[in-house]
């Protein structure tokens, strides 16, 4: 049988654990078992009414030609106006590139900006899967700054302060944060914009997308600090504040020497994004947000029944979420416990366990920066939710 050669960069790349554990849940419908999957980031709302006939409209009006890479000026024009309205930040239309996801926007970023492994990328952890592996893959270092349930997942300056250095190139975190809800306040913004100040030249990177999603305090942007616009690469998308997974539409801000760069890259691999699910976000970031608010709410409600329905696992440490529809408490006192002669070494044991033990798909904090934890998902129903837990207490109660 041939065998190809595969380049090193591919086999040192490791798959992504969300997408890994979907799978892994949709196997076991595919065997009619019914699988309560709580492992994606994906909302279970259908995409608004509006924005789906907008869409329509532009394609019946022959709108399905190529984009501009950078994406359309009229989508470009109103993420700018966006900026300004919800953000405080200043980005003109030269200064904003469309992508297909916010995903994309973050590898163009990467790309344009490091591929040694002496560019080093500083993460607050937990950080998103994807962070990690996206730095390594454009050839540069992450380096993780780490903190835990406590301190509501919020790493100590002093320990910031440490992980920068002269090689630094980056400072990258989401707010609120996937995977544990955390919000970064204003306060909290500038405390670490202060601290940047010894590092000119190192380049924000405020992973935006739940934006939409905060629960009882106000969102803020760190490039709305004076001084921080201009250092500051601020992306944002569709999937998550309008339900819009499918559409793969996302958007970053930043100076026009880096956004500029973004494009030559976008240019090479994928040119522009979708014309008329442009034309559906243009429509969408100037229209009501009524049914993004009452997305927001029913996320809220399902953060407070999940939080109540977890009380009874008192081995879990939890904390109460400021946003986005992710929980990640810290399980390491599951680890240990045997069921039937099998050991739960860590919280990939733990995942595989539950997902074939309790039919219900987690994700190991692993991959998050976060090994003692698991992260749950509540972006489906109530009812789910609530049977999610109940499942996973009577397999928890299995273990000794």
């Avoid at 202060?194 to 760190?222: A, C, G, M, R, T």
């Avoid at 749950?376 to 499942?391: G, H, N």
Wanted: net charge neutral; hydrophobic share 40%.
């Amino acid at each position: 049988m041939r065998r190809f050669k595969l380049s090193t960069r591919v086999q040192h790349l490791n798959e992504s654990a969300t997408l890994r554990m979907a799978q892994m849940a949709r196997e076991l419908s595919n065997r009619q078992i019914d699988v309560i999957n709580l492992s994606l980031g994906e909302p279970d709302f259908d995409t608004p009414t509006y924005i789906k006939e907008k869409a329509k409209e532009a394609i019946d009006s022959g709108n399905t030609k190529y984009t501009p890479v950078a994406g359309t000026l009229a989508l470009r024009q109103a993420i700018s106006d966006k900026f300004k309205r919800d953000n405080q930040l200043n980005y003109s239309t030269d200064e904003i590139i469309v992508s297909n996801g916010a995903k994309q926007s973050f590898a163009n970023l990467c790309n344009a900006m490091l591929d040694n492994p002496l560019d080093e990328v500083v993460l607050l952890a937990p950080y998103w899967v994807s962070y990690y592996e996206i730095i390594r893959l454009a050839g540069g270092s992450p380096i993780v700054v780490h903190s835990n349930v406590a301190n509501n997942y919020k790493p100590r300056l002093e320990d910031l302060k440490a992980a920068l250095s002269a090689n630094t190139r980056m400072l990258v975190f989401s707010s609120p944060c996937n995977p544990t809800g955390t919000l970064f306040n204003q306060q909290d913004c500038m405390e670490i914009a202060n601290l940047l100040k010894e590092y000119p030249d190192v380049l924000v990177v405020s992973d935006e997308i739940y934006e939409y999603i905060v629960f009882d305090q106000k969102h803020f942007s760190i490039g709305s600090i004076e001084g921080m616009n201009e250092r500051t690469a601020t992306i944002n998308g569709f999937s998550k504040g309008f339900s819009m997974t499918g559409w793969r539409l996302g958007y970053m801000g930043a100076p026009k020497e880096i956004t500029q760069a973004c494009i030559r890259i976008q240019g090479q691999y994928t040119s522009g994004a979708s014309s008329f699910t442009q034309a559906a976000g243009a429509f969408a970031l100037t229209s009501d947000l009524s049914i993004t608010r009452k997305m927001c709410e029913a996320f809220k409600s399902r953060r407070n029944t999940l939080i109540r329905e977890l009380s009874r696992i008192t081995e879990w440490t939890i904390n109460i979420p400021d946003g986005a529809f992710y929980l990640l408490p810290d399980v390491s006192k599951t680890f240990g416990k045997k069921h039937n002669g099998n050991m739960i070494h860590n919280a990939e044991d733990l995942a595989i366990y539950l997902l074939n033990e309790a039919h219900v798909a987690l994700v190991s904090g692993d991959a998050f920066g976060a090994p003692n934890c698991i992260r749950i998902s509540y972006s489906l129903s109530e009812e789910k939710v609530i049977e999610a837990v109940k499942r996973i207490e009577a397999a928890l109660q299995k273990l000794s």
